[in-house]
């Protein structure tokens, strides 16, 4: 069976293209650029030339990024940086539904004596700047927000917010991870001082990611070691996937325009005929300021996992939001901080996709979901009732 692949926004198929790009450099080419033989320092020309192509994407200088081994190392970098760089600054603001990769190190800087305000979604998802205006102080040391959410798609509105971090002073990270590759951005005419980007996303292999540092931004280093990444982040640099992620930086900017318009057509006809041949189901998130590739959808009275179960009988991959703690399913931190009801938030689901979605494979979805749906509401003990739902959910929590 083959598989149908709409779960790109937590990882994409590495582009062939990129793959016989960077074989060589696994094989053939594996010195360390850093040696002063030849057979290492050519490497040197080679990594620069990846930097530059990465660097076009953002719209960046080749100077200001910084490799990393993910998006998750690029976002402790940039948070620990700045509070590094300003000492005297205890206040740290971010959001509700902002990845865990931000979230738990401001859990941990909370326990280490900062103060973290974390700015509240309405039920799209969206932010309201007045209570960022209000939360801002000269004590602001760092303002740490997403581009677009990885789980709605919702997209911030990151230079307004930028605008108004810049008059308190305070340094501006954005983690935009899901939105490199989908949002045309130019790092030139920005408020971000510091920008996160993951190359798994982005059609490019797992273990490679860079942070954008704007020049004249002081930056201290999370890795100490040696002086590679002009001293911003020790380590051997991973040349083959450094090359690799410049070519899928280069091929996402040659495609940005069209596979955008393509996927957002694609998401597009699967969200509203699915929304018209399914009774009481939803979509979450910002409906015009989303990601195109994007679609979250609550399913009422049934169970996101036990859809995604379903889906997988066919071969279709898709994602839901909730977290397995301790062998419970708590849902997703994100749909709960938009206040969604219980009905929706346990029965919502994410399809992602990428420029190698195909019609036949939303055809496909669109073929399957109803019956899915049907199916698990048939079983479903509360289907229209609303009341038991939420008492049964409430009962589960109780004895959780
Ligand atoms: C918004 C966001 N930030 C950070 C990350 C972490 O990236 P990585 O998996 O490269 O560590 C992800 C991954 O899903 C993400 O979606």
């Known amino acids: 069976m083959s598989v149908i692949y709409l779960d790109n926004n937590a990882t994409t198929k590495v582009d062939p293209e990129v793959i016989d790009l960077m074989l060589p450099y696994l094989r053939d080419y594996y010195g360390n650029p850093s040696s002063m033989h030849t057979f ?14 990465l660097a076009a994407l953002i719209g960046a200088d080749e100077s200001e990024i910084v490799y990393t081994s993910c998006g998750t190392e690029g976002d402790n970098a940039a948070i620990r940086a700045a509070l590094l760089a300003q000492p005297e600054k205890r206040h740290i603001i971010t959001t509700q539904v902002e990845h865990p990769a931000v979230l738990n190190v401001c859990k941990q800087l909370e326990t280490q004596g900062y103060n973290v305000t974390y700015l509240s979604v309405n039920s799209q998802g969206q932010l309201d700047l007045n209570e960022l205006e209000a939360s801002l102080t000269g004590n602001t040391a760092l303002v740490t927000i997403m581009y677009a959410n990885n789980e ?6 990151i230079e307004q917010i930028g605008l108004r971090v810049k008059e308190y002073g305070a340094l501006f990270h954005v983690d935009a991870v899901q939105a490199v590759g989908k949002i045309p951005m130019n790092m030139k005419n920005s408020t971000i001082d510091m920008l996160t980007l993951s190359g798994h996303k982005i059609h490019a292999p797992k273990g490679i990611g860079a942070l954008y540092v704007r020049r004249g931004v002081r930056f201290r280093p999370l890795l100490l070691g040696g002086h590679q990444e002009r001293g911003r982040r020790a380590g051997t640099e991973n040349v083959p996937s450094i090359i690799a992620l410049g070519r899928a930086a280069e091929l996402e900017l040659l495609h940005l325009e069209e596979a955008t318009t393509r996927e957002r057509k694609l998401r597009d006809r699967l969200e509203q005929t699915l929304l018209a041949k399914i009774p009481d189901c939803e979509v979450n998130g910002d409906p015009t300021q989303r990601l195109p590739n994007t679609t979250n959808i609550g399913f009422k009275y049934i169970e996101g996992e036990a859809i995604l179960l379903s889906l997988n009988k066919y071969g279709i991959c898709a994602s839901s939001g909730s977290a397995c703690t301790s062998g419970s399913l708590e849902p997703s931190h994100v749909l709960r901080a938009m206040g969604l009801p219980y009905t ?20 496909r979805v669109i073929e399957v979901m109803p019956d899915i749906v049907a199916r698990l509401r048939a079983m479903s003990p509360f289907k229209n009732d609303d009341a038991g739902w939420l008492q049964s959910q409430e009962q589960a929590l109780a004895h959780s």
């Open 40 to 53: 290492g320092g050519q490497l040197g020309k080679a990594v620069k030339i990846a930097r530059q192509q």
């Open 152 to 157: 709605t798609g919702t997209i911030f509105p």
């Open 344 to 363: 929706t938030l346990h029965g919502s689901i994410r399809f992602s996709l990428s420029r190698y979605t195909t019609e036949a494979e939303i055809d």
